[in-house]
């Protein structure tokens, strides 16, 4: 039982793929201008790191190793397609919004990261918690950063507006440079920073 | 649109690093000194513009709303664009493979500056990303689909030069101790980023 929550909660902090690996950069700073993108991508993500680490997992033993790549990369393209359709149908406007980015996770750093490092030598149950966790971890990097950046860039969370108007009133204005996307990169770098300092005082 | 002005826009407005952040994984990687990162941006290049015309045909004649009534006007009616991403990836795979043996048979010296970079960019997002925004976009025509490959390529080869010079630079300096490493490394890909937004002006 242990060894469960330890798969989980490990890739939240110790070993975060985007903070401690860095892994999956790309989609994690296009995907951050606002909240909701954020959570659905994060969702995205998670499911498909876990189904694929699982189902790797399953079929670890009959994959020659030569040809692993592709099996790997069709096993994630079939999943991502279906997580693209179900967003198409269910969640068009945000579907709209994570454009390409949602045919990228297939390129995902993290989810060939822990298909090579973990699914192939461990067995179904275990991967699919260790998929869930690296999701998890990627999702929290995710949220982090687009509540920073919603928060300071338009003033709103998940599209309310959190800044009062009074605020406005007496010459507040909204960071327009958090918007833009460098700024990620940035938010991203002063977290790693933070982690890292922390890290080292313990 | 004016082939010209397509190359430069990809290289510099629709950088592939700066503005869209794709292929990261190995920017940040790879990135440690000129000579190493100058190979895995020839090697995109070079990947890109072959990867991403091929694409473009897949896409017109297989793939697109309507695509297939070249074969027999029955299937005019078919939509196979859901397959667009285990069709691409499948190509970019397959792509990079041939030319892995090409260019060992024939031009060892080349290969053995690219060789091991080459089965590192079949998941490199950007060639992945280039060949996707290329599908958004619907360009006319294979030139532009090419020129349009060579211009992101050469956009990324010039970023991680750039980020290399830095590094190699900033070994000398001293940084604060958690920000070493990456974290450094992102808060400069950050400014640089927007350094070229200036290409496009800043739209607050």
């Known amino acids: 039982m242990s060894n469960w929550k330890k798969l989980l909660i490990e890739p939240l902090r110790k070993t975060n ?3 401690v690996l860095v892994l999956g950069i790309c989609s994690c700073l296009a995907v951050t201008a606002k909240l909701k993108p954020a959570l659905v991508m994060g ?8 189904f694929s680490n699982l189902i790797i997992s399953l079929l670890r033993k009959g994959i020659p190793s030569r040809i692993r790549i592709i099996v790997q990369l069709v096993v994630v393209s079939t999943l991502v397609i279906l997580v693209d359709q179900f967003l198409k149908a269910f969640a068009y406007d945000v579907s709209k919004q994570l454009s390409v980015y949602v045919g990228l996770i297939i390129t995902n750093c993290i989810i060939m990261g822990r298909l ?34 919603e928060l300071f860039g338009s003033g709103t969370l998940l599209g309310y507006q959190v800044i009062p108007q009074s605020l406005y009133e007496a010459g507040y204005q909204n960071n327009g440079l958090m918007i833009l996307p460098p700024m990620a990169l940035i938010v991203i770098g002063i977290i790693i920073w933070i982690n890292n300092s922390k890290t080292e005082s313990k | ?14 950088n592939m690093i700066f503005a869209y952040f794709l292929g990261m994984c190995s920017y940040l990687a790879v990135s440690k000194t000129v000579k190493t990162s100058a190979g895995l941006g020839l090697a995109v290049t070079f990947v890109l513009v072959i990867t991403v015309p091929v694409n473009y045909l897949i896409n017109k004649y297989l793939l697109s709303p ?30 990079v493979q041939i030319l892995e043996m090409i260019i060992e048979t024939f031009t060892p010296s080349l290969y053995s500056a690219l060789g091991i970079f080459l089965p590192l960019i079949a998941v490199n997002c950007a060639i992945l990303g280039c060949s996707l925004f290329m599908q958004e976009r619907g360009f006319s025509n294979v030139g532009e689909a090419a020129v349009f490959g060579l211009g992101s390529g050469i956009g990324w080869l010039l970023a991680i030069v750039a980020i290399a010079a830095i590094r190699e630079k900033l070994r000398y300096s001293k940084i604060p101790k958690g920000l070493e490493g990456v974290g450094i490394s992102f808060i400069i890909t950050g400014l640089m980023g927007i350094a070229f937004m200036a290409f496009m002006g800043f739209k607050f």
């Open chain 1, 43 to 50: 969702a995205s993500v998670t499911v498909v790191t876990a």
């Open chain 1, 17 to 19: 793929p985007v903070m």
């Open chain 1, 116 to 149: 090579e490092a973990y699914a192939l030598s461990h067995g179904p149950g275990e991967s699919f918690l260790d998929g869930l966790g690296n999701g998890l971890g990627y999702s929290l990097i995710l949220i982090i950063v687009a509540f920073f950046r």
């Open chain 2, 66 to 95: 309507g695509a297939l009534a070249w074969i027999s006007p029955r299937l005019a009616e078919v939509d196979l664009s859901f397959l667009t991403y285990i069709f691409f990836i499948a190509i970019i795979a397959a792509i």
């Open chain 2, 1 to 14: 649109m004016n082939l010209f002005n397509l190359f430069l826009k990809s290289v510099f407005v629709d």
